[in-house]
């Protein structure tokens, strides 16, 4: 087992553009080494015969068979906008002819 070293996450650092004093350093360098040691217990375990999965709950999409209706509620769908002009929404004019 190799230990994170301070050059290790001084190089890190760097390529993330991260700027750490000496505490962060030692700090992050020791913070790293308790995760790579909970990786090293994973990797331990027998994982053979466990499907993959993406998710621990399985989800499954409910669906409905599409179906055509016709609804004509233009007229309440118009009166709740602002401003109409017959059969549709007015608008402020943007483009300038």
């Known amino acids: 087992m190799t230990k ?3 050059d ?3 190089k890190v650092a ?3 553009r ?3 004093n000496d505490h ?3 700090n992050h360098a020791e913070q790293l080494e308790i995760i790579l040691e909970y990786i090293r217990q994973l990797k331990k375990i027998d994982t053979d015969n466990v499907p993959c999965t993406t998710r621990a709950i399985e989800v499954v999409n409910v669906v ?3 179906e055509n209706k016709n609804s004509d509620c233009t007229e309440e769908i118009l009166e ?3 401003s109409r002009e017959d059969k549709y929404f007015k608008v ?3 483009i300038n002819e």
């Open 4 to 6: 994170i070293t301070k």
């Open 14 to 16: 760097h390529l993330a």
């Open 24 to 26: 962060e350093i030692k």
């Open 80 to 82: 709740l906008g602002p």
């Open 92 to 94: 402020p004019k943007i």
């Open 18 to 20: 991260l700027e750490l």
């Open 8 to 10: 290790e996450v001084k």
């Open 64 to 66: 409905r068979k599409d």
